[in-house]
């Protein structure tokens, strides 16, 4: 997400908040907006992949995704 979507996202809320927004702003502001989560989503993700946990032994154990099926 370049920082020229960042602003404009930031415009336009801005504006929401003041005059309000046209149908083609509203649109465009959801799109900016779930790219923005999208980016985030993808960023977290990339950076849980390469997490490890130290243990106390100074092993290294990888963070792996929980199993629903677990209870904790």
């Known amino acids: ?9 930031n415009e336009l809320a801005k ?6 927004l046209t149908e083609e702003e509203k649109q465009e502001q ?10 985030f989503k ?6 849980l992949e390469n997490t490890y946990i130290v243990q106390p032994d100074g092993t290294k154990k990888k963070v792996t995704a ?3 099926n677990t209870c904790n």
């Open 1 to 9: 997400m370049t920082q020229e979507k960042i602003d404009r996202i």
């Open 15 to 20: 504006k929401q908040k003041t005059v309000g």
């Open 30 to 39: 959801y799109l900016l907006r779930r790219e923005y989560i999208d980016s």
């Open 42 to 47: 993808q960023s977290l993700v990339s950076q």
């Open 66 to 68: 929980k199993d629903e």
